[in-house]
């Protein structure tokens, strides 16, 4: 069996010594050097195949951090793997301990089209592979076309919307938050050969409310509808970038291609703008269910019906690796977020059931999957470690192995 491991990072705020992101905010080379440091013992740790990571605004951070977990991965290699002159030099645990390195030639780097100066900085995504990339890798932010999303009207004259019911206005999205980079990587198969997987890597709009001018953002004067309505645009641009993505998603599902979805999704897993992403869970039966065009009560969906319609939805359906893993072992919980004594999942990594464990055509499955998250804390010790150089998410690993049992 081929494996691979393909991971999830949000490193939070990875930039340069003396370089203002936000508004007054920088590190000094003393913490930059510990968050340099942090990050590429996270990687080593981590030592995962594919890395998805968001809030990167400077490539050239990344690329230092990625050189330096390389010489402690060479440097923990010469301390513990042994060569060819010790007899046991095969044994299986030393192949899962050694570390391979990435290398300079499998980054993409996404910036962020609305990054500015100092102090209105604005984050991008990377992947980094050790695969390299099959072509060049995609970055998705600014649209084509304004996507147009209109409502529909409530009220109703002689069963059509007439004068001002007509329109019920619309949301408008032009450009999403932070990129979305779509990567083909070229992963090893039991054949010797390759197959290739498409990933999308994200960073949704956050839950922090989005205010406009005149608004008052002064908190001292604290007006409670107006932060209400930031975060109902907030809400509101989250899950129509989510609708952008699963857009592109279900183009490459149609080409038969197999996905992967990483990144932080800013929302658990049955949030509406996760729902969107993963495609909508079928009903166990729709021949129950009223045809949308039934004439009579009796006009229901046919036993084919509800097979062609169960089949079309599952087709581009995603999976939650982290469900999968709970699903099959006893743990409860996992979470890569804590706020206010809040723990829950916002970074997240779905697949295609091209590595379901139920699906007879699967390609793969994933056998294990990790998280990283004893550095996170609920916000409520501001002088706890770590709580300002390192991430404040946890890192997500699944564990994947092409091909399928021999019992499947």
Known sequence: MTRFTIAS???KNLIGADKEYYKFQSYTPEEYAWKQDWMADQLLTM????????????????RSVIAEADAL????????IPDK????????????????????NGLAFAPNVADGGPGERRPGVAIVSRFGFVGTPQVI??????VDIPFSALRRADGDAVGDDADAGYFRLRRLSRPILKAKIPVPTNDGQTQTITVFNCHLKSKLGEHISPEPRDLTNYDPTARALGSLRAALRRMAEAWVLRAEIVKELDAGNPVMVLGDFNDGEHAVSSEIISGE?????????L??????????????ENQKIRGAINKVRLH???????RGSSRDMVYTSAFGGTFESIDQIYMSRHFHPDYKKRIGQMEYFSALNDHLTDGSHPEAPYNKLASDHGQIIAHIVMGQDDDA
């Open 85 to 104: 002159s010790k007899r046991y030099h095969r044994k299986a645990i030393f192949r899962k301990l050694a570390y391979t390195p990435y290398g300079t």
């Open 47 to 62: 030592d995962a195949d594919i890395v998805g990571f968001q809030e990167i605004f400077e490539e050239d951070a990344l």
């Open 320 to 326: 939650s690796a982290e469900k999968l893993f709970v």
């Open 73 to 80: 991965g060479a440097a923990s290699n010469a301390a513990s």
């Open 9 to 11: 990072f949000n490193v």
């Open 281 to 289: 869970v079928p009903f166990k039966n729709y021949a129950w269910m």
């Open 291 to 304: 045809r949308h065009d039934a004439k009579t009560k009796r006009d229901r969906y046919t036993d084919s």
């Open 141 to 146: 932010q600014d649209l084509p076309e304004p």
